[in-house]
T-cell receptor, first 116, second 117 residues
Framework: GAVVSQHPSRVICKSGTSVKIECRSLDFQATTMFWYRQFPKKSLMLMATSNEGSKATYEQGVEKDKFLINHASLTLSTLTVTSAHPEDSSFYIC????????????FGNGTRLTVT | AQKVTQAQTEISVVEKEDVTLDCVYETRDTTYYLFWYKQPPSGELVFLIRRNSFDEQNEISGRYSWNFQKSTSSFNFTITASQVVDSAVYFCALRENTGGGADGLTFGKGTHLIIQP
């Protein structure tokens, strides 16, 4: 079964509104979670590393004020797309691993965001 | 900086043929981890295999096999007797070990594999 749950799987919102995406590790604690973005027929690009109890680390070129990340507990990280615009439409995927770098990252099923 | 190259954008074969997906990586670390993931049309990422840099043993799992060669920085993936259900996008990925063990994956651009009946 899924070890990382991501919700919602699909969301359509109007331009200017904010959207929150949740990522939960179901049967392990994750001090670190990762958020990726995937454009159609493209690869996954790491957006940010979410650290429990501290600020997220953003990759170069990712607007931290646009993509707010909160990692409030060891099993939950949220990504909020603020003031969404059509260019924010994309497939967002979170991931987490229970242990060190040798453990495979488990991925959520992704959230398809469409901004109209 | 790390980099993963999957030169094959799309491969189309007829069912039952063998197919190899290439992956070449770049890293300055001596300790690193390699992965393959499958992404079917539904979008979820399915973990297939992981390898650490100290383990060059090739691996076979059913119809899947992986050839890891540090000398050429390659980690190729072969599907034997391909089936239509193998149709998907396959990603090769690299994870470096920076001590904290908290790096995200660097993905290749993916290879879209089409298995025709």
């Amino acid at each position: 079964g899924a070890v990382v749950s991501q919700h919602p799987s699909r969301v359509i919102c109007k331009s200017g509104t904010s959207v929150k995406i949740e990522c939960r590790s179901l049967d392990f604690q994750a001090t670190t979670m990762f958020w990726y973005r995937q454009f159609p027929k493209k690869s996954l690009m790491l957006m940010a590393t979410s650290n429990e109890g501290s600020k997220a680390t953003y990759e170069q070129g990712v607007e931290k004020d646009k993509f707010l990340i909160n990692h409030a507990s060891l099993t939950l990280s949220t990504l909020t797309v603020t003031s969404a615009h059509p260019e924010d439409s994309s497939f967002y995927i979170c991931s987490a691993s229970p242990q060190g770098p040798y453990s495979p990252l488990h991925f959520g099923n992704g959230t398809r965001l469409t901004v109209t | 900086a790390q980099k993963v190259t999957q030169a094959q954008t799309e491969i189309s074969v007829v069912e039952k043929e063998d197919v190899t997906l290439d992956c070449v990586y770049e890293t300055r670390d001596t300790t690193y981890y390699l992965f393959w993931y499958k992404q079917p049309p539904s979008g979820e990422l399915v973990f297939l295999i992981r390898r650490n840099s100290f383990d060059e043993q090739n691996e076979i799992s059913g119809r899947y096999s992986w050839n890891f060669q540090k000398s050429t920085s390659s980690f190729n993936f072969t599907i034997t007797a391909s089936q239509v259900v193998d149709s998907a996008v396959y990603f090769c990925a690299l994870r470096e070990n920076t001590g904290g063990g908290a790096d995200g994956l660097t993905f290749g651009k993916g290879t879209h594999l089409i298995i025709q009946p």
